[in-house]
Each structure stands twice: as C-alpha cells, then as structure tokens.
C-alpha cells in the first residue's frame, strides 16, 4: 500500500552536515505524522524528529538546535536536515509515516529500509 524510498546517508567528517529524505509512494491522499528513528549499534531504536500534517515539530534533546526535519506534503516527503554531526550520530536512520490515508482506507504506520549514517574522521 505504502512504498518507503530513503536517499542520502553516508561517511561524514565530525561537524559535516548530511540531507535525509525519505518519499512515500501509493495511493495516498494525506499523512498524520512523517519522522525519522535511528538506532545505533546494541541500542534500541529512538525518535529522532517527527512533524505533522501542519508542521508541527519536535526532536529528541539530542539533536535540537542541530538537525531540522521539514516536508513536503504534496510530494509526500519527508527531510532531515543533520549540521553538526557528532559521532554519537552515527546509526541506521528509518524514515516513518504514521496515520496514512489513501485508496484502501486508513493505516496506522510503515517504515523504511533504513539508510546508514556514519560520523567519523
């Protein structure tokens, strides 16, 4: 029902910046809520940013002041915008779309593959 597309992880240099996006493809008429999870290695996976349909965001204490997440809604995706990067940045990062109207009906949430950032010199 929902495709999950995820473009623009790789190596970064500590204090180098990296652009995440993620396109949700379907029949799909609107999205609740679009955000980004991370989980580094040994540790369970964590809310990095979430926005709603009317933009509203927030972040996990970590990453505020350093990564902005935005999205476009008519094209049905999702960006997360990482300045700054540490090395405690470094994990696989899922996009998530949650409250999915579309054709079939109505969906809670879906999940990308996954796209591996790593912070390193």
């Known amino acids: 029902q929902v495709q999950l597309v995820e473009s623009g992880g790789g190596l970064v240099q500590p204090g180098g910046s990296l652009r995440l996006s993620c396109a949700a493809s379907g029949s799909i008429f609107s999205i609740n809520v679009m955000g980004w999870y991370r989980q580094a290695p040994g540790k369970q996976r964590e809310l990095v940013a979430g926005?709603?349909?009317?933009?509203?965001?927030n972040y996990a204490d970590s990453v505020k002041g350093r990564f902005t997440i935005s999205r476009d809604s008519a094209k049905n995706t999702v960006y997360l915008q990482m300045n700054s990067l540490k090395p405690e940045d470094t994990a696989v990062y899922y996009c998530n779309v949650n409250g999915v109207r579309g054709s079939w009906g109505f969906s809670t949430g879906y999940w990308g593959q996954g796209t591996q950032v790593t912070v390193s010199s």
């Open positions: 926005i709603t349909t009317g933009g509203t965001a």
